[in-house]
């Protein structure tokens, strides 16, 4: 029986020989290393300031507290979104408004958007679903669920804010790590001490014979920051993210040709199956791992509370949603494997 997982990260020698280097340095927390990511980062996707943090959620988190996000606010996204979309919003203090999503590429709807507006809005987190870019009017500040894009092209230029994700999942990964990104040189010095502590620019340097030790603490912040040894990783995933990219779209390419899709997102590949337990239960038993992305999180006990109501695409494709694998290992014999198991299971369950 072959045996395809849901997602592999594609690691050989680069990154294991950048680890090595920075273990063999003797500093292993946040510094030069991961200073040169950012500006790295920031160049790839045309963005003036690139902040690194732990993850994607800490980067939702920041970008809520810089515009003051609190207890009375409410802040609009998508119900088909990962958890941590909402959980950084009820962290604030401030209320999740959960909206549809269009049935072209479950991405936020605008007419859903609309109607979710009130006096007590005040931001919009549009979420990039499976690598399609979502595309908001508003004149409110937008902060960017970009977890599972990566925009060669740049950020957009009415972000307030772009958060990223390097999960072992992600389409590149440091393993755990995330990124924030603005065009503010302002609230990117804020988010610089935001996470770490609250301590003045550039405190983590206080270690170093060069430096002066002292530091003050401008504010009471968080501690979110990365380390150099992902950020070593994260170099290097970078310089091949274009190659990994390419052989995204190929694999998407050909699973649309397959299964007669139009599908556009390169992060994930997503179809909907009527029987959906039985579908995960045969696909198991042919060695093929997938996921669903995402559970309806109106619909959750966490988040019940905020339920006010229906939201009709997002709950029939939040039924029947199956994310199929996809990586940029990932073998044009395993995706014709898959693409039968598929075939053959709607047959079967006509």
Not at 335 to 350: G, L, P, Q, T
């Amino acid at each position: 029986m072959k045996s395809i997982p849901f997602s592999r990260a594609s690691i050989d020698k680069n990154e294991i020989s950048a680890v090595e280097k920075i273990l063999k340095s003797g500093w292993l927390t946040m510094g030069e290393e991961t200073r040169m990511f950012e500006e790295e980062f920031a160049n790839y996707v045309k963005a003036r300031h690139a902040i690194s943090v732990n993850s994607c959620t800490s980067a939702l988190f920041l970008a809520l507290k810089a515009l003051k996000i609190q207890k009375g606010n409410e802040v609009i996204l998508p119900s088909f979104t990962f958890a941590a979309t909402a959980n950084v919003v009820i962290h604030c203090g401030a209320t999740p408004v959960f909206v549809d999503i269009n049935n072209k590429d479950l991405t936020i709807d605008q007419k859903s958007f609309e109607k979710a507006l009130t006096k007590r809005t005040k931001a919009v987190m549009p979420v990039h679903y499976a690598g399609n870019r979502a595309l908001i009017k508003t004149n409110l500040p937008i902060i960017e669920d970009s977890a599972h894009l990566i925009p060669k092209a740049g950020d957009n230029k009415n972000s307030f804010a772009s958060c990223y994700s390097f999960y072992a999942t992600k389409n590149m990964t440091t393993g755990e790590g995330g990124m924030i990104t603005t065009n503010d040189e302002n609230i990117s010095d804020w988010f610089k001490k935001a996470r770490l502590h609250g301590l003045s620019r550039d405190a983590w340097k206080r270690y170093s014979l060069k430096s002066k030790w002292i530091y003050e603490i401008e504010f009471s912040g968080y501690k979110l920051n990365t380390t150099d040894i992902n950020s070593a990783i994260g170099r290097v995933q970078l310089k091949k993210l274009d190659n990994f990219e390419k052989k995204r779209q190929k694999t998407v390419k050909l699973y649309n040709k397959l299964l007669g899709l139009n599908n556009k997102g390169t992060h994930l590949y997503p179809i909907l199956v009527d029987k959906r337990d039985k579908f995960f239960e045969y696909m198991k038993k042919k060695g093929i791992g997938c996921s669903f992305h995402f559970t309806p999180l109106h619909l959750q006990p966490a988040y019940k509370e905020f339920n006010m109501q229906k939201l009709p695409i997002t709950e029939y494709v939040g039924s029947r949603v199956v994310t199929l694998p996809l990586d940029a290992v990932i073998t044009e014999e395993e995706v014709r494997y898959v693409c039968e198991a598929v075939s053959d299971f709607r047959k079967i369950n006509k």
